[in-house]
């Protein structure tokens, strides 16, 4: 199943199980919204129902959730996203259950449209394997340079706003999508563009380097990188050096916060599969990341203990919800993040 397909099938008349995955979430994710949108808006609320939760998944729930009947609508949506059924051994899946579910799959309700949309998948698992052989897969690449140009241009126009190749591909650089391990997703993109579009209603809906010099403020993504490797190899001088200069175009610390986190919930992760004895291989693949990212991990977890690692990321967490709560000041917030982490370094 292509983007196409999938969308005019959700436009039309839904398939009871849809299966989307991928390391590119801007299409799933907007599948997801496209089916809550068809729902009745007085009665929405009562007929979705997200289950995302990085735990065991309930299965009994879900399969009740997936069996009742909506409430004044035609049919109800269920969507299944940070599940652990999709992975080899998973406490979830014991034969009785997953037969619980294999069983609902297999003659679903027809006023029921469930969404299984999960973040990782192991292509060994059992229910990926039933899935494949019975329902079509929508697979959600990252874009390659074509197909990213297209995209880009496809979006420009549809705000009736005019870029021509050179500002465009100025625009794909300083995007930061293309390079390598990169974490900047389309949504990033697409609201650098909503910007970019607002601000050129000044300039007859024409774009230019200086306008998406003046609007963007996405930085370098090896900038980015450099920062976050500088952090966690302790480097104190040039982490507060790179941060302050980041911080100056980017102007977004939650951003920089949110990726120190992100980095060591990452470093949690391969250390806890490190000790079970997985290859690197074989968290390369579990992870979803590129063997040269987790080669490059395990250097870093050299540095911490594991105890230091739950720390810091409770600490990273804390910190979120302090300056989004107003109770400090997020260029403050990230510093003290930082010095805590080059500081913790063995």
């Known amino acids: 199943m292509n983007e196409k397909d999938l969308y005019n099938s959700l436009s039309g008349d839904n398939l009871p199980v849809y299966f989307l995955c991928g390391q590119e979430r801007y299409p799933i994710d907007k599948a997801v919204q496209m089916l809550k949108n068809s729902l009745n808006p007085n009665f929405r ?30 049919k109800r949506v269920i969507v299944v996203k940070n599940s652990d059924l999709f992975q080899t051994g998973s406490k979830s899946q014991s034969k009785e259950q997953m037969q619980k579910i294999m069983n609902y799959l297999n003659s679903p309700c027809n006023t029921t449209v469930v969404i299984f ?4 998948v192991d292509k060994r698992s059992e229910l990926y394997k039933f899935m494949k052989k019975k329902y079509d897969i929508y697979q959600s690449d990252k874009l390659d340079k074509v197909k990213f140009s297209s995209w880009v241009s496809d979006k420009f126009k549809s705000k009736n706003v005019i870029i021509d190749s050179h500002s465009k591909e100025y625009f794909i650089q300083k995007s930061g999508y293309l390079f390598k391990d990169s974490e900047i997703t389309l949504l990033d993109v697409e609201s ?25 403020s996405t930085v370098n993504d090896n900038d980015v990188f450099k920062f976050i490797d500088y952090v966690f190899a302790g480097d104190f001088r040039n982490s507060h050096s790179m941060l302050y200069n980041i911080l100056d175009v980017q102007k977004n610390a939650i951003l920089l916060l949110s990726l120190l986190g992100r980095q060591l919930s990452l ?7 490190t000790k079970e004895k997985c290859s690197n291989d074989t968290i390369s693949k579990m992870l979803m990341l590129h063997p040269f990212v987790v080669k ?42 930082v010095s805590r982490i080059c500081r913790n370094k063995k």
Do not use: H, W
Request: aromatic fraction near 6%; proline fraction near 2%; hydrophobic fraction near 35%.
């Open 267 to 273: 470093l949690i992760k391969i250390y806890i599969l």
């Open 296 to 337: 490059k991990c395990n250097l870093q977890l050299k540095k911490y203990s594991y105890k230091e690692l739950l720390d810091l990321y409770n600490l990273c967490s804390d910190m979120d919800y302090r300056i989004k709560k107003g109770q400090i000041r997020e260029n403050i917030g990230i510093e003290v993040i």
């Open 192 to 216: 650098e563009i909503d910007k970019i579009c607002l601000n050129s209603n000044n300039n007859n809906n024409i774009v230019s380097i200086i306008d998406i010099e003046k609007v963007s």
């Open 117 to 120: 949309a999960p973040m990782q």
């Open 45 to 74: 609320e009562l007929n979705f129902t997200l289950i995302d939760s990085e735990n065991e998944t309930d299965i009994d729930n879900m399969v009740s959730c997936c069996e009742s009947i909506p409430f004044m609508d035609t």
